[in-house]
């Protein structure tokens, strides 16, 4: 009696293995789950370099970000390299003004690039 509950363990298992196999070799691009993750981001970011030390979570003054540029891809901006600060962020088109400012303290949407 255990052999065959030990058998019908092992089939089960084997078959949960060869469907998972099957599904993480699948092409990721037919996948419409992996499709939506991979989708290239649509929203116009109005992206700054930020000085000072503010971390990912903290808002940041209209003095401390210069604006880049407008775009779904972040500008690279200059001496990001570290994990501590932001050093360019995201901002949507409701926290900026029309000529490119913050308006006032905003948190970022996204931080694309950090310095220590």
């Known amino acids: 009696?255990?052999?065959n509950k030990l058998k019908a363990i092992v089939a089960?298992?084997?078959?949960?293995?060869?469907a998972g196999a099957a599904f993480a070799f699948t092409d990721a691009i037919k996948h419409p789950i992996l499709k939506v993750i991979n989708k290239k981001p649509t929203t116009?970011?109005?992206w700054f370099q930020i000085s000072g030390n503010?971390?990912?979570?903290q808002s940041v003054a209209s003095?401390?970000?210069a604006y880049i540029s407008t775009g779904t891809t972040a500008p690279t901006g200059t001496g990001c390299s570290?994990?501590?600060?932001?050093?360019?962020?995201g901002f949507d088109s409701t926290q900026v003004n029309a000529s490119n400012h913050l308006i006032g303290s905003q948190?970022?949407?996204?931080?694309?690039?950090?310095?220590n």
Not at 54 to 57: K, V
Not at 82 to 89: A, D, I, L, P, R
Not at 107 to 115: D, F, G, H, L, S
């Open 1 to 3: 009696m255990f052999k």
């Open 44 to 46: 116009n970011y109005r």
């Open 82 to 89: 570290g994990s501590t600060y932001q050093c360019v962020s």
């Open 63 to 65: 003095a401390n970000a």
């Open 12 to 18: 089960l298992f084997t078959v949960l293995l060869i």
């Open 107 to 115: 948190t970022p949407q996204v931080v694309a690039y950090t310095k």
């Open 54 to 57: 503010r971390t990912p979570a």
